[in-house]
C-alpha cells in the first residue's frame, strides 16, 4: 500500500478513537474554528473523502459535483449548508459509522492506485499522493479543533512528516496567493519530529531559520495555532514572514487565527 494512504487512515483512525466515546449531544458542542459542531467536521471530512475518492473513480461524475457545489455558493449558500444538506440528516454516532466505512474502503483504493496519475480536484489538478495526502492533512488539521474542544492534548506519530513536507513545499503558494513575490532564500528548517528524530528541510542557513518541533510546524501551516502560540524559534525577516501567513491549503488567501483564541480548552 503507498505509505500516504496508510497514513491518512492511521490519522483517521486515532480521531475516530477520539469521537467514539461521545454522546450523540456531544456532537452539538460547538469548536473554535468557526463555531463549527464536532458534526460539522466529521460532515466535512467525509464528503470531501467522498469527493476525493469520486475524482479518483469518475472525472465527469466529480466535475458535475462540483458544478452544484458552485452553484450552491454563488446563490449565497455556505459550504457549511452544503455539507449538512449532503449528509442528508446523519449526525452523532450514525455519522461517524458511515465515516469510518467509508474512509476505511477508499484507502484501499487509494493505496493500490498509481502514486503519480493526476487527478482533477476544486483547484489545480494534482496526482494520487498528493490528493491522499491532502485528505490527511485536512483530517489531521480539523481533528485539532476536536482535540481542542475536548481538552485532550494529541499524541503525534511520524506520520506528520507527510503535514511537514507539504507545508515546504507549498512556501511559493503562501506568497502567490496574496498576490506576492515568495521571497528568498527560503528559511532553513530543523523540526524534531514526534519520534525525536532531526528533519531538516532547505539550504543550511543561520540567517533564515526555523526550529522546534514539527507538530507545531503543522500547526501553523495548517492555520490551527498563530505563531506566537508556539515555541518555534524564528530567525530572519523571510521565516518570520512565512510563520506570519503560512497556508498549506487551496483556496483564497486565509488569515490565521488570532493569537490565544485556538488553543486546548
Given at each position: 500500500?503507498?505509505?500516504?494512504?496508510?497514513d491518512?487512515?492511521s490519522e483517521?483512525?486515532?480521531l475516530h478513537?477520539?469521537?467514539?466515546p461521545?454522546?450523540?449531544e456531544?456532537?452539538q458542542?460547538?469548536?473554535s474554528?468557526?463555531?463549527?459542531t464536532?458534526?460539522n467536521v466529521?460532515?466535512?471530512?467525509h464528503?470531501?473523502?467522498w469527493a476525493a475518492?469520486?475524482?479518483?473513480k469518475?472525472?465527469g461524475?466529480?466535475k458535475?459535483?462540483?458544478?452544484?457545489?458552485?452553484a450552491h455558493t454563488?446563490?449565497?449558500?455556505?459550504l457549511n449548508?452544503?455539507?449538512?444538506?449532503?449528509?442528508?440528516?446523519?449526525s452523532g454516532?450514525?455519522?461517524?459509522?458511515?465515516?469510518r466505512?467509508?474512509f476505511?474502503e477508499m484507502?484501499?483504493?487509494?493505496?493500490?492506485?498509481?502514486?503519480?496519475?493526476?487527478?482533477?480536484?476544486?483547484?489545480p489538478?494534482?496526482?494520487?499522493?498528493?490528493?491522499?495526502?491532502?485528505?490527511?492533512?485536512?483530517t489531521?488539521?480539523?481533528g485539532?479543533?476536536v482535540?481542542?474542544?475536548?481538552?485532550?492534548?494529541r499524541?503525534n506519530a511520524?506520520?506528520?512528516r507527510?503535514?511537514?513536507?507539504?507545508?515546504v513545499n507549498?512556501?511559493?503558494?503562501?506568497?502567490?496567493v496574496?498576490?506576492?513575490q515568495?521571497?528568498?532564500?527560503?528559511?532553513?528548517?530543523?523540526?524534531?519530529?514526534?519520534?525525536?528524530?532531526l528533519?531538516t528541510?532547505?539550504?543550511p542557513?543561520?540567517v533564515?531559520?526555523?526550529?522546534?518541533?514539527a507538530?507545531e510546524?503543522?500547526?501553523v501551516?495548517?492555520?490551527?495555532?498563530?505563531?506566537?502560540?508556539?515555541?518555534l524559534?524564528?530567525?530572519?525577516p523571510?521565516?518570520?514572514?512565512?510563520m506570519?501567513k503560512a497556508?498549506c491549503?487551496?483556496?483564497?488567501?486565509?488569515?490565521?487565527?488570532?493569537?490565544?483564541?485556538?488553543?486546548?480548552?
Amino acid at each position: 500500500m503507498m505509505q500516504q494512504a496508510a497514513d491518512f487512515l492511521s490519522e483517521s483512525e486515532a480521531l475516530h478513537a477520539l469521537v467514539t466515546p461521545l454522546s450523540d449531544e456531544e456532537f452539538q458542542r460547538k469548536t473554535s474554528f468557526k463555531d463549527w459542531t464536532i458534526n460539522n467536521v466529521i460532515g466535512h471530512l467525509h464528503m470531501w473523502n467522498w469527493a476525493a475518492d469520486l475524482a479518483l473513480k469518475d472525472t465527469g461524475a466529480f466535475k458535475t459535483f462540483l458544478v452544484d457545489l458552485r452553484a450552491h455558493t454563488a446563490k449565497g449558500g455556505s459550504l457549511n449548508e452544503f455539507e449538512k444538506k449532503w449528509v442528508d440528516g446523519l449526525s452523532g454516532q450514525a455519522l461517524v459509522t458511515t465515516w469510518r466505512e467509508f474512509f476505511s474502503e477508499m484507502t484501499d483504493r487509494f493505496g493500490v492506485a498509481d502514486p503519480a496519475r493526476r487527478v482533477v480536484w476544486a483547484g489545480p489538478d494534482m496526482s494520487v499522493r498528493s490528493s491522499i495526502t491532502a485528505r490527511l492533512m485536512e483530517t489531521w488539521a480539523h481533528g485539532q479543533e476536536v482535540y481542542d474542544l475536548l481538552g485532550v492534548v494529541r499524541k503525534n506519530a511520524d506520520r506528520i512528516r507527510n503535514i511537514v513536507v507539504l507545508g515546504v513545499n507549498t512556501y511559493g503558494w503562501t506568497f502567490n496567493v496574496r498576490g506576492e513575490q515568495p521571497p528568498q532564500p527560503k528559511p532553513h528548517l530543523k523540526l524534531t519530529a514526534p519520534s525525536g528524530e532531526l528533519w531538516t528541510f532547505n539550504d543550511p542557513s543561520a540567517v533564515e531559520l526555523i526550529e522546534g518541533q514539527a507538530e507545531e510546524f503543522c500547526q501553523v501551516v495548517t492555520q490551527v495555532r498563530n505563531i506566537a502560540d508556539c515555541e518555534l524559534q524564528v530567525t530572519g525577516p523571510n521565516a518570520s514572514d512565512w510563520m506570519a501567513k503560512a497556508q498549506c491549503f487551496a483556496g483564497g488567501a486565509q488569515e490565521p487565527p488570532a493569537p490565544g483564541t485556538r488553543k486546548v480548552q
